[in-house]
């Protein structure tokens, strides 16, 4: 991806901002002239104005200017680049393609991982949440033989370990005659055809994709598992990656020893939280609750008797 100009001196001037914290136009002008996009002009006030601007209006990054602190500028609402928005991952996406597209000659030495395909269905998706349309779509699950026809509500998109989904709002009748809500997520990769209706609907109010996620670690929600307060110890090097990408947003460390370092998180332990523990076999043991601990004990012997008959 190719970024055009005016959007790398936009990427380039939230980010001297946000590194700065609290930065003079003379200061933005000083670094502005050393770099290549320059060519050796000031950035005028006129242009830094435009592109402030800009980037409200793209971006949704408000640049505020601190007048009685010496005329100095920040970013206004600085909640809005937190590691999980979508400002943030914008801003990230954009400025790592932008590097990625000006080093082509290193193409053969830099290694990405595959992100599931997207171009079908991301655009249907985005198109339905702006018109409040639902959407129909054919899913086939893993392990079913036929695939299914549904169609819901999509309140919010939502990426996991390299994937896209969708968390689709259905309404069902119930005994009393009253409508019973329920909630459903779907992998882009598992759905094979996606239109969409002209049925509107309204989302509720209350809705908040955000907190409707957050007791989970992945993308399970309903699944019966109930809040925990997980204790996890990380022996060796995992401390230390566990301290620089928590697992969940929760997470805190509660002590350290020689060679380990307690976590706490707050968060469902469903399966895919098990498993993914699982995958550090000897380098994560877990303290609390028992019952999980007793799962991964139990997941990790019926690994082991996988190899019993390797020949």
């Known amino acids: 991806m190719n970024i055009p100009t005016k959007f790398k001196e936009y990427i380039w001037l939230v980010n001297t901002i946000r590194k700065a914290g609290r930065i003079t136009l003379a200061e933005i002008n000083e670094r502005w002239v050393k770099t290549e996009m320059s060519g050796g002009v000031d950035l005028a006030r006129a242009t830094f104005n435009r ?3 800009a980037i409200e209006d793209i971006f949704g990054i408000y640049i505020d200017c ?3 602190g010496g005329y100095k500028y920040f970013i206004g609402n600085e909640d809005v680049l937190r590691e999980k928005t979508v400002q943030n991952w914008m801003l990230s996406t954009l400025s790592v393609n932008n590097l990625i ?3 082509l000659s290193l193409q053969k030495r830099i290694l990405l991982e595959p ?7 991301l655009p249907v998706v985005l198109e339905a949440m702006k018109r409040s349309v639902r959407i129909a779509v054919l899913y086939k699950k893993y392990g079913d033989e036929e695939p299914r026809a549904l169609d819901f509500e999509p309140y919010c998109l939502k990426m996991f370990r390299q ?4 968390l689709g709002h259905f309404h069902r009748e119930v005994e009393n005659g009253e409508d019973g809500d329920y909630f459903g997520v779907f992998s882009f990769d598992r759905i094979q055809e996606m239109t969409l209706t002209d049925v509107k609907f309204e989302i509720d109010p209350d809705f908040d994709a955000e907190t409707y996620f957050s007791d989970s670690f992945g993308v399970l929600v309903h699944d019966d598992t109930l809040l925990e307060r997980v204790v996890i110890r990380a022996y060796g090097y995992e401390r230390y990656y566990l301290r620089d990408l928590p697992l969940h947003s929760s997470q805190r460390e509660i002590s350290q020893g020689e060679d380990y370092a307690d976590f706490e998180l707050q ?3 469903t399966v895919d939280f098990s498993s993914h523990l699982l995958s550090k076999g000897n380098q994560i043991k877990v303290l609390s609750p028992q019952w999980l601990a007793e799962e991964i004990c139990e997941m990790h012997a019926e690994a082991a008797k996988n190899y019993e008959t390797v020949p």
């Open 115 to 121: 992100v599931s395909y997207t171009d079908d269905y």
């Open 66 to 68: 601190d007048r009685q």
């Open 51 to 53: 592109h402030k601007d």
């Open 101 to 103: 597209s000006e080093s």
């Open 267 to 269: 968060l469902r332990p």
């Open 163 to 166: 994937r896209w989904y969708v």
